[in-house]
């Protein structure tokens, strides 16, 4: 209701500040107008906002549509890498095993597991994996150093044309830095054996030379080659009765010229993690006392990961357009073992599994865009190839404390997606500017399977996106947008191609390679009131198929599900006017339901772990004199567990704190206070069945959970040079 509130509100203040005397009454000639490109545009006037956000006023095609800037990562503390997402409002982050694991996501109702539905890329590279060992679409954030990004771009919803697979919810874009203002070494030290070391800096190529960068403010003032590189080492126990063990490596070289527009980088990132999990655990156990709120109930399970990335980016623009193009090579490593059934399937030796997976992928981007002003118009065209190929040997396992006794799947599975896309923008009047897109989506897929000779095989197919996007305004620092398209998210090979349930050995049901979504959204960005950016977006989503987790050892993966129907509200503010002061305030709420009543062979419409509630507020104080403090509260609402909605996982508030104080010139301390009131709360709840003993009964639609990490404390010392 505040929302729709807000909307009128703005709506009427800029109807009078138009029709006010001395002002045009003439919707033809507002104060500014939208252009569809740099490279094609009318003169905006300049709003200036220093803050933790850019909302593109002028520039972007849909109200949930922004950029967050890198200084927000700094400004309050950062638990778990993946975490820096949850600065994207509505997004949150969770985990629901160990911390060298991918994250949990939540956006829009949509329980993303690992990444389904929401497509993410850090810099050139796509980071959601198709056919992975544990869930379709895994994405691994874990290789990320947040001190080193930039900024992160994100769009919610299938609206925009250069954006395929997964990105139905959303797509976010993480942009790492080209340089850094000085070097950088971060010492962390916390509780639970937190133990993190950070060393960073950059330097200019001079022929034979690399002058190391001094502090400065303009990260593209040299025309020379720049080399930046950072290593991070991380071990961490957490708070578990089993110590968690996480061992971590991290480093990254980039090698980078020009700007973002004219130039090139060049980067090679190693990554390698070992840690021992604790995943989720009854909850009647946690209840009775029977079990430690941090207990673990088999004490050998855990993971492995590693990645090795080549990428690069190069651009070149002119006044009559530009051409980009993009490539990576990666290898990427993944074994996990999990038991979230315990003696269900097997009581003589435990129910736990082993998914695992080796890959090769290799793939890149070209997009070319250009002016058109013959057509008596501003308008710009984009058109680009999108291409990835991955090379996989995913496997199944049984297993006892990581021993391999029984194979359920062991397949060698080639993946190739491509997409084909053509964007134009056209800037119709002063006040109206429209964007449509078409993209072609093409899969290609092949399984030879070495446990089961039938489910060896090829599928294809293809899907045809439309995109479209109207931006009405601005007039007087306020937009209004229309947004819709269709989206889609690619399914396991192994659930396309399969004829046998490697399980059970019955005929498998058949799995489209490609599912479809569409969705729409009106919206309203305003700067108004000086000092505050507020956008509100009324939004719908449509899935002919939920992609559900199976916390099952005799699948361990994800499956199709139903069709579903989603549609909700997102209001967020950034207030910036007082001197030294940050105020962010972003709420959402979304309806998420089947399409039909009692579908998947169960009662009820509810949607499990479809997330209704999601609010997020950040206070941040910057340069008080030798002080600066940030202060963030999340709030995730009460959600379904079970389809008839008779379980539900309670809402839960947590908030985080962080406080610096400037020491010298180029040394800081950071104080950083995680759960700061202690909150008992639940990352993530499943209904599920499960036996606890080999010989106690089985407990039909009970509730698993991980337990959300309580009160802690690090402390950096961080030095500049």
Same mark, same amino acid.
């Given at each position: 209701? #505040?929302?729709v509130?807000?909307f ?7 109807h ?6 001395g ?5 033809? @000639? ?19 906002v ?30 778990r ?5 949850e600065?994207?409002?509505g ?15 939540f956006?829009?109702?949509? *329980?993303?597991?690992h990444?389904?539905?929401? #497509?993410?890329f ?5 980071? !959601? ?5 544990? +869930?379709?679409?895994?994405t691994d954030l ?25 990105? =139905?919810?959303g ?18 030290l916390?509780?639970?054996a ?8 950059s330097?200019?190529?001079t ?10 403010g303009?990260?593209?003032?040299a ?14 126990n ?6 968690e ?18 130039g ?11 840690w021992?999990s ?10 009775? +006392? ?5 207990g673990?109930?088999?004490p ?8 090795d990335v ?7 623009s002119?006044?009559g ?6 490539f ?5 490593q993944?074994?996990?073992w999990?038991d979230?059934?315990?003696y269900e399937?097997r009581?003589?030796?435990g ?8 890959? $090769?992928?290799?793939?890149g981007?070209? #997009?070319e ?9 501003e308008?710009?065209?984009?058109a ?6 991955d *090379?996989?040997? %995913?496997g ?15 397949e ?5 997606? /491509? ?17 449509l897109?078409?993209? @072609?989506n ?5 399984a030879? =399977? ?6 060896s095989?090829?599928? =294809? ?11 009405i ?6 937009e209004?947008?229309v947004?819709a ?7 396991d ?9 490697p399980?059970?050995?019955l005929?498998?049901?058949p799995v489209a ?13 305003t700067a ?5 950016q507020?956008?509100?977006a ?7 198929s939920e992609?559900?987790?199976? /916390? ?29 002061l940050?105020?962010d ?12 009543? $009692?579908? !998947?062979?169960?009662?009820g419409?509810?949607?499990?772990n479809?997330v209704?509630?999601v ?6 104080l ?29 809402g ?5 704190v962080r ?6 010139k180029?040394t800081?301390?950071?104080?950083d ?13 499943y209904?599920?069945d499960?036996?606890?003993t080999p010989?106690?009964?089985i %407990?039909p ?21």
């Amino acid at each position: 209701m #505040a929302g729709v509130l807000l909307f009128g509100l703005v709506v009427a203040a800029a109807h009078a500040q138009a029709t006010k005397p001395g002002a045009s009454t003439d919707a033809s @000639e507002p104060e500014q107008s939208a252009a569809p490109n740099a490279t094609a545009a009318a003169t905006l006037d300049t709003v200036t906002v220093v803050g933790h956000y850019d909302t593109a006023l002028g520039s972007s095609n849909a109200a949930s549509q922004g950029v967050v800037e890198g200084s927000t990562l700094t400004d309050a503390p950062v638990p778990r890498p993946g975490q820096i997402l949850e600065t994207v409002p509505g997004l949150v982050v969770t985990q629901h095993s160990g911390d060298g694991k991918a994250n949990q996501y939540f956006l829009r109702g949509y *329980n993303l597991d690992h990444g389904t539905d929401l #497509a993410t890329f850090v810099d050139a590279v796509p980071v !959601n994996m198709p056919t992975n060992a544990h +869930g379709q679409g895994y994405t691994d954030l874990n290789f990320v150093i947040p001190e080193l990004v930039d900024h992160i771009d994100y769009e919610k919803g299938p609206y925009f044309a250069p954006y395929g697979d997964f990105a =139905s919810a959303g797509a976010v874009a993480i942009r790492y830095r080209d340089t850094l203002d000085g070097g950088l070494a971060n010492l962390t030290l916390g509780d639970d054996a937190y133990r993190r070391l950070l060393f960073a800096g950059s330097c200019t190529v001079t022929g034979d030379t690399c002058a190391f960068d001094a502090p400065q403010g303009d990260r593209f003032d040299a025309d020379s080659p720049r080399l930046l590189g950072a290593l991070e080492l991380l071990e961490e126990n957490g708070p578990w009765t089993l110590p968690e063990h996480l061992h971590k490596f991290n480093g990254l070289v980039r090698l980078s010229e020009g700007t973002p527009e004219n130039g090139f980088s060049v980067d090679a990132i190693a990554y390698a993690a070992h840690w021992d999990s604790t995943d989720q655990v009854p909850l009647s156990l946690i209840d009775s +006392g029977q079990l430690n709120r941090y207990g673990a109930l088999d004490p050998t399970d855990g993971g492995d990961s590693a990645r090795d990335v080549l990428s690069g980016e190069w651009a070149k623009s002119a006044a009559g357009g530009y051409l980009k193009a993009a490539f990576f090579l990666e290898h990427y490593q993944l074994q996990l073992w999990s038991d979230f059934t315990f003696y269900e399937l097997r009581p003589r030796t435990g129910d736990q599994f082993e998914q695992a997976e080796n890959r $090769n992928l290799v793939g890149g981007q070209i #997009a070319e865009g250009w002016a058109m002003p013959h057509i008596g118009l501003e308008s710009l065209t984009e058109a680009g190839v999108q291409m990835r190929h991955d *090379n996989i040997d %995913v496997g199944l396992f049984d297993t006892e404390a990581r021993h391999v006794f029984a194979t359920v799947s062991n397949e060698i599975v080639g993946e190739t997606e /491509a997409g084909l896309y053509i964007e134009n923008t056209t800037l119709w009047t002063p006040w109206l500017k429209s964007t449509l897109g078409l993209r @072609e989506n093409l899969i290609s897929l092949s399984a030879d =399977s070495l446990s089961t000779a039938a489910n060896s095989g090829n599928a =294809s197919a293809s899907k045809l996106t439309p995109k479209m996007a109207l931006v009405i305004g601005p007039w007087h620092d306020t937009e209004f947008f229309v947004d819709a398209g269709e989206g889609f998210h690619s399914n396991d090979a192994r659930g396309v191609i399969d004829k046998i349930d490697p399980t059970t050995g019955l005929a498998a049901l058949p799995v489209a390679a490609l599912a479809g979504s569409f969705g729409k959204e009106i919206g309203v960005r305003t700067a108004i009131i000086p000092g505050l950016q507020s956008s509100l977006a009324l939004w719908s989503l449509n899935s002919q198929s939920e992609l559900v987790y199976n /916390a099952d050892s005799d699948i361990g993966s994800t499956s199709p599900d139903a069709a579903s129907k989603r549609y909700g509200i997102e209001w967020n503010n950034h207030f910036v006017s007082i001197p030294h002061l940050l105020l962010d305030l972003d709420l959402a709420y979304t309806h998420a339901r089947y399409a039909q009543d $009692n579908q !998947n062979g169960q009662l009820g419409d509810d949607i499990p772990n479809a997330v209704a509630a999601v609010a997020s507020f950040r206070a941040t104080l910057m340069n008080f004199g030798p002080w600066s403090a940030g202060i963030e509260t999340r709030y995730i609402g009460a959600y379904p567990l079970s389809q008839d909605g008779s379980l539900r996982n309670p809402g839960a508030a947590v908030t985080n704190v962080r406080f610096q104080r400037q020491l010298t010139k180029r040394t800081a301390i950071i104080v950083d206070g995680l759960n700061l009131f202690d909150k008992q709360y639940y990352d993530i709840a499943y209904e599920q069945d499960y036996r606890v003993t080999p010989t106690s009964p089985i %407990v039909p639609n009970g509730v698993t959970v991980h337990p959300g990490e309580p009160r802690a404390v690090r402390v950096t010392l961080s030095t500049k040079f």
